[in-house]
């Protein structure tokens, strides 16, 4: 864990720490923008599990005013076209999501507590499991949940505090999740912050 924070440390002196203030400013402002762009958030982060996160962003760039309206046909056939890995399951999802952001809107007007709606996002919104929930409420500004994606298991493991695991429970990603929450402690991060510096540690880039 020495070896992580020091990296980190280092990495806070730096211009990386601008852009991971940036980065968490954006993402506290998300909050308050229209419908459009919170929902867009919300298909992002369907789209971009088990997928390339910087085409992701390509893809919600391009669907953006799409996302809110289009069939799910056509979004199949979007999504085709881009050369998306999953179209058919993950347009059916992105559809079903509309059905559900009315609620998923009152509930992020009215519950504070980010386990509460990370744990309301799994069960009710198909295609987001803990990772990607996660990801969308941090995307919208809650700071302390951990996105659990193979990168960072990758250091974890790596740097020896985890044993890589076989599969991804819910029970071994809280697991996870408290050893992620020691090493922001110590470091001074929250865990949106500690996301992206671990990010770049493993991967050289600053996204979302």
Not at 59 to 72: A, G, M
Not at 119 to 138: D, P, V, Y
Not at 190 to 198: G, H, T
Request: proline letters at 3%.
């Amino acid at each position: 864990m020495k070896e992580i924070i020091s990296r980190i440390e280092n990495l806070k002196q730096g211009p990386i720490r601008t852009l991971v203030d940036k980065r968490i400013d954006e993402f506290r402002r998300m909050r308050a923008r229209r419908d459009k762009a919170l929902f867009s958030e919300l298909c992002f982060c369907i789209l971009t599990a088990n997928f390339n996160a910087e085409r992701g962003i390509r893809l919600q760039k391009k669907l953006y005013h799409d996302f809110p309206v289009i069939s799910r046909q056509g979004l199949v056939k979007r999504l085709k076209e881009e050369g998306y890995r999953f179209p058919n399951v993950r347009a059916h999802y992105i559809v079903e999501a509309r059905k559900k952001f009315p609620l998923l809107k009152e509930k992020l007007a009215s519950v504070d507590d980010a386990l509460e709606l990370r744990n309301w996002i799994n069960s009710s919104i198909k295609g987001l499991g803990f990772k990607e929930a996660s990801h969308f409420l941090r995307n919208i500004g809650f700071t302390d949940l951990a996105i659990i994606d193979f990168h960072i298991v990758d250091i974890l493991a790596d740097n020896g505090l985890i044993e890589r695991p076989k599969t991804m429970t819910p029970k071994r990603y809280l697991e996870i999740e408290k050893k992620l929450q020691e090493i922001g402690r110590r470091a001074g991060l929250n865990m949106a912050e500690l996301d992206l510096f671990l990010w770049y540690l493993e991967t050289g880039k600053v996204l979302k």
